[in-house]
């Protein structure tokens, strides 16, 4: 690990300061990906502005919905009370993540802004375009099996990690983000973003920007949702696929309807088309059943991965029908 | 064998426990030295081919950095300098003596920094360049290359009509697949060496093998044995990577000798993966005939195994076919498949926990054509003696087992057609199979020390990588010598104490038990000899099997008016201490008899129907390894062995991209072992019948057997659960929607 210097600013615009005024810097929370990606020489910054102190780990319900702090940990999340009575999906994605250990270190910002885990990022003897542009795509004809079946692109079939994001995106939340300049919000749908020519980039974060907040819209949706996630084995491992989905329904007819997949492409993945089909239908296993092959329609898997297609197709019905049983 | 059968077997505690869980237990890594340096490998990023240049200079410049060592300036080991003499003593990779690159990952240099974080980094410096030359690494795809194995102790086996399977009414006929797995014990791989001048070596190494490490050092270097002492105290797990010298301890000792200082050096973690063996792959074909009452008529089991470029490994693939089933024809054949990857190491059961895979899978088939219950199957080919030539088992209880752990299972409540049972959106299903390891005895010569005040010392040169051997030895020592064992103290992982055979195979108890059981019997002795010298009538006509060692005195059962102190008798020969030495080993029964454990394993398991995720959710395993010396660490065992069997079966492979011959995912992101969610309650039985003729104690080895079998009865379990037959391991959600 190549030596850096360390700050541990209190409040916001010291961070945002600090960062502006050292060359190579990068900010560090709960460490448990950045400090991996330093261990094996894939990031080495020059100067690390720990944010663990700033005032941003609140959890409050306001008007528009649940504002979440970019330093809340995952584990706090995952037990508050506001997020598992009104918002019990994302404790069901948080819990489905990692381990306690990690949870315990791991913030909701970090979360978002996880890299992927595709093994070819991770070594860097390796070509990988993500990791160093141009060096071309180690898995798209190599080991493939973990990769995205949607949107990738010759340049990088890596897909994002993170659990908790799927179920950020089915409930259409937003991202706060302060620079030395402005705050601005995003939606979390255009946060992240596929890999095209620059797969370098995971997301529209601008040098510098922090996330100070998430927020989550209210909704109807506390009576019907599901996070399934399928995995290698039963904890602590990374998705194959997993699935967000959320109704609300009345008199069995679905008036809203989200779906979103992990495990499958360089971002949480909507499925809209689906959403939309299931608008107005009874909540009936054929619905169901349509949607999910909906869900797929457009997958391209490569030599290892076309499980996957099946599974995403499967996992989203049983995540549906899990939820009426 | 005078059979004494006084070993309780009661669940005692780990000695060592509490120092292990309190950070007092210093592992290889931990052992704080003064004057230590610490080195980082650097590994190579081609598989095959030649170092072209190796640039070093931006590390050497680092903070911190004392040197880099590479084959350009390394000092020459005896044993390295001709790979002749490495390949005659064994060695493995000549690391640090030749340009050429033999696997992707392999050691090309040496770091040598203050601070281990300084030769981190500094490694990360070390540029080199190649001339690359064309590896192969599919091993699926290769098998027409494979040839037969050379190895001496292995053979191919041909009995009564090799055709005989094919013209059987019932057969199976299929073909099964394994895939690399690795060790990864927790522990991970380390030595530090430090020289005496050039003519003493001490190293401190994770190994399970003291002495054979320090034979092959000795050879390696020129020096005679008693040059070199090998450590290893304490060790996180092992399961057979800590059998040989690997790259890294030669390493260390190059850099020692060259700093004239001790030099430390730990593989990391996706190291651990290309620098201390693995698991071979294999591929193998099991043919099985059968009459319509499931007689076997015959049997054909194809093995090939995986090997590397440099050297071969060979391991009994189709070992278990030979002896597990009274099967009058029967054809076995094993080929390897060199490579280019690192050299294979055995690895817990090796050869047998994957042929049993096959072999058991292929008699479940089996099972299901002739419509025959598996557990039948098994008790109806009982061998009666050892099929290859007769012999009968010194003992043999897997009928019992069979019957044990199927009662324990409710095995009689199932329903044997495949997806007939489901719990909500989850198949579920049970299977079982049958396993089998060679019991075996090597010599080992344990020491013995007395004191006055009856505190007992016991040495041996032999390890405990886990199993809890410094625990289940001071038990036996306490039973045999009437000690308590909170008097006694049991020293080993020294290569200076008295010879042991390493950790491997299962011996240790049957080997160093018998050791030690023999000097307490010795030291006993010793005691009655004075007592017939010094004390005159009492003990005149004393017997040794009558006399018993109690709270610090020796008696004479029936007599207590017998009673001495230990401290009175060595009074008498003006003596502080009794000290004896003796060597153990088997007698000509060895020749007599067929020597084996058993086991057999019932599996439930549970099968998502959508989504193809497995959950194992029972487990029951009876055992037949003589008698149990000490419950609760035998359990243990066998519970670690079945948690092996769940990974095995389930999730455990090991992945190549094979496009730049460079493994994928070897860590513990990629790798998958088994987790707490991921393993059920165990239950463990044993039958706890001494073997009469194996040893003293009655007991036979346990160290594998709970492995073999246990992966086949997992992969039946899902075919019952979802009549899918999944040939080619791990089964893994995409094999099953």
């Known amino acids: 690990m190549k030596l850096f210097q360390y700050h541990r600013p209190t409040d916001t615009q010291s961070a945002l300061d ?77 819990l489905a993540g990692a381990s306690p250990q990690l949870r315990n270190m791991a913030t909701v910002g970090g979360n978002i802004l996880q890299r992927t885990r595709c093994p070819y990022f ?58 030395a300049k402005q705050e601005r919000i995003i939606d979390f749908k255009d946060f992240h ?94 619905s169901f059943k349509a949607a999910a092959a909906l869900v797929v329609k457009e997958a391209k898997p490569l030599t290892h991965n076309a499980f996957k297609v099946k599974m995403a197709e499967q996992t989203v019905l049983a995540a549906m029908l899990a939820i009426f049983n | 064998m005078n059979h004494t059968n006084t070993i309780s077997g009661d669940s005692t505690d780990r000695v060592d426990g509490r120092d292990k869980v309190t950070g007092t237990a210093k592992y290889t890594a931990e052992i704080p030295l003064p004057n230590l340096v610490y080195g980082v490998l650097v590994g190579s990023t081609i598989a095959k081919g030649v170092i072209k240049k190796i640039d070093t200079s931006a590390a050497e410049k680092a903070a911190g950095v004392i040197s880099v060592i590479t084959h350009k300036n390394s000092t020459k080991l005896f044993g390295l300098k001709k790979s002749k003499t490495a390949k005659k003593l064994d060695l493995g990779l000549r690391v640090f003596h030749s340009k050429d690159i033999v696997f992707n990952g392999q050691p090309i240099a040496l770091v040598v920094a203050d601070r281990l974080e300084q030769a981190q980094y500094a490694a990360s410096l070390v540029k080199c360049t190649y001339e690359q030359a064309p590896h192969t690494t599919d091993f699926g795809t290769h098998l027409d290359q494979a040839r037969p194995s050379s190895s001496k102790w292995l053979s191919d086996t041909k009995r009564g009509d090799v055709t005989a399977w094919s013209n059987a009414p019932f057969k199976v006929d299929q073909a099964y697949t ?119 008529v015959g049997i054909k089991h194809e093995a090939i195994g995986q090997t590397s470029e440099y050297e071969e490994f060979a391991e009994s693939v189709t070992g278990i076919t030979k002896m597990l089933y009274a099967c009058p024809n029967l054809e076995t054949n094993y080929k390897v498949l060199p490579l280019t990857y690192s050299t294979p190491i055995w690895m817990r059961a090796p050869g047998e926990a994957t042929g049993s895979f096959a072999l058991e899978t292929a008699m479940d088939e089996l099972a299901y054509s002739l419509n025959m219950d598996p557990v039948q199957l098994r008790k109806k080919n009982y061998a009666e003696t050892h099929p290859d030539d007769n012999k009968p088992w010194s003992s043999n209880h897997l009928t019992e087992c069979l019957i044990k752990a199927a009662r324990q299972f409710d095995w009689e409540a199932r329903k044997p057609e495949p997806r007939s049972s489901s719990d909500r959106d989850w198949w579920v299903g049970t299977g079982m199979a049958v396993g089998s390891w060679g019991a075996w005895r090597a010599p080992a010569t344990a020491r013995a020390v007395l004191d006055s005040k009856g505190n007992l010392l016991i040495q041996s040169a032999t390890s405990d990588m886990g199993p809890g051997t410094s625990t289940t030895m001071v038990k036996i020592a306490s039973d045999a010598s009437g000690i308590p064992m909170g008097k006694i103290r049991f020293e080993l992982g020294k290569s200076n104490l008295p010879p042991s055979p390493g950790q491997g195979g299962s011996v240790t108890v049957a080997s160093v038990g018998s050791a030690v059981y023999d000097i307490c019997t010795e030291i006993k002795q010793k005691l009655l000899d004075i007592a017939v010298e010094t004390l005159g009538e009492t003990y005149k006509e004393a017997k040794i099997e009558d006399v018993f060692l109690i709270n610090g005195k020796m008696g004479i059962k029936g007599k207590p008016a017998s009673l001495v102190t230990f401290a009175d008798l060595m009074e008498k020969k003006n003596i502080t201490e009794v000290e004896a030495t003796k060597t153990s080993s088997s007698g000509e029964e060895g020749g007599k008899y067929a020597f084996y454990s058993f086991g057999a394993h019932f599996a439930e398991v549970y099968v998502h129907k959508y989504t193809g995720a497995v959950r194992v959710t029972r487990f029951v395993s009876c055992v037949d390894a003589g008698r149990i010396m000490n419950n609760k660490t035998a359990s243990s ?6 948690v092996m069997g769940i990974g095995m079966a389930l999730m455990e492979e090991q992945h190549m991209d094979h496009q730049h011959g460079r493994l994928v995912a070897n860590d513990f992101a990629g790798y998958h072992i088994p987790v707490q969610a991921d393993v059920p309650n165990i239950e463990v039985i044993f039958v706890d019948k001494a073997d009469p003729y194996l040893n003293k104690m009655g007991a036979k080895g346990l160290g594998e057997i709970g492995l073999i079998g246990a992966a086949a009865a997992i992969g039946n379990a899902v075919f019952h659960a979802t009549g899918k037959r999944v040939r080619n391991l791990p089964i893994t959600p995409d094999k099953l929607i």
């Open chain 2, 178 to 296: 394994t895939p690399q797995e690795v060790h990864n014990p927790m522990e991970m791989h380390s030595t530090t060496a430090i020289w005496e001048g050039d003519e003493k070596l001490t190293v401190y190494d994770k190994n399970h093998a003291v002495q054979d490490i320090r034979d092959t050092l000795a050879k390696a270097l020129k020096l005679e044995k008693e040059q070199v002492v090998v450590n290893s105290e304490f060790i996180g797990g092992g399961f057979g990577s800590g059998l040989r010298v690997w790259p890294h301890t030669f390493a260390a000792i190059i850099a020692a000798k060259m700093l004239k200082r001790p030099v430390k050096v730990s593989v990391t973690r996706p190291q651990m993966f290309t620098m201390t063996g693995y698991r071979p792959a294999t591929a193998q074909k099991v043919s099985i005939g059968a009459t319509k009452d499931g007689k076997i």
């Open chain 1, 122 to 179: 991770y070594d860097i003897a390796m070509p990988c375009n993500k990791r160093q542009p141009g060096s071309g795509c180690g898995a798209k004809e190599g080991f493939n099996r973990m990769s995205a079946i949607f949107g990738a692109s010759d340049s990088c079939v890596a897909v994002h990690p993170s659990d908790l994001c799927v179920a950020l995106a089915a409930l259409d939340a937003t991202i706060t983000v302060k620079s």
């Open chain 1, 193 to 286: 973003r596929l890999p095209g020519n620059t797969p370098e980039k995971d997301n529209i974060l601008e040098k510098g920007e922090l996330i100070t907040s998430i927020t989550i819209p209210k909704n109807n949706f506390t009576k019907f949702h599901n996070y399934m996630k399928v995995r290698d084995r039963a904890s602590y491992a990374f998705a194959l696929v997993s699935v967000a989905v959320a109704f609300e329904i009345k008199d069995s007819v679905i008036l809203d309807a989200r779906i979103a997949l992990g495990g499958v492409a360089h971002k949480p993945w909507r499925a809209y088309e689906a959403e939309a089909y299931l608008k107005g239908k009874s909540d009936s296993e054929n």
């Open chain 1, 18 to 94: 600090l960062f502006q005024k050292n060359e190579g810097a990068q900010y560090i929370a709960g460490a448990t990906n950045l400090l991996d990606l330093m261990k094996k020489d894939i990031v080495a910054p020059d100067h690390l502005i720990d944010i663990s102190r700033l005032p941003l780990n609140s959890i409050q319900n306001g008007p528009l919905g649940v504002t979440i702090g970019a330093l809340a940990l995952n584990s706090d999340v995952a037990m508050h009370q506001i997020i598992t009575q009104q918002y019990p999906l994302v404790a069901q994605a948080l």
């Open chain 2, 637 to 642: 065992q066998i519970s670690g062995a079945v």
